[in-house]
């Protein structure tokens, strides 16, 4: 497979949001040998999708739709730290008048 083609399965993937249907994504785009990869890629892509949702309880919705014994391990807390993260960044962007990182084109 071309890394081309498994960035943007993954890109896809994490753009389902909730993590049960990116895995669907993943298990019926990828062959078998892929799915660990993707499933570790797809937990730092997931981030930035979950914070373009509208909503608090949709952006915890969707955090806790990731169990806790998900692969990779620490899957969920990456997730939350990546959200974090991105936020505060943001935040900070958004008070010193700039723009902010994963909005510049």
Request: proline share 6%; charged share 30%; aromatic share 8%.
């Amino acid at each position: 497979m071309k890394p081309d083609l498994f960035r943007i399965i993954c890109k896809n993937a994490a753009e389902k949001t909730y993590y049960p249907q990116c895995l669907q994504y993943i298990e019926m785009s990828l062959p078998v040998e892929f799915h660990d990869l993707a499933k570790s890629t797809l937990i730092y892509l997931l981030p930035s999708n979950i914070l373009d949702l509208k909503t608090r309880e949709d952006r915890r919705e969707a955090i806790e739709s990731i169990p806790d014994d998900a692969y990779p391990a620490f899957a969920k807390d990456i997730v939350k730290l990546g959200v974090t993260t991105i936020w505060n960044k943001e935040k900070k962007a958004k008070r010193h008048g700039k723009t902010a990182i994963r909005n510049r084109g």
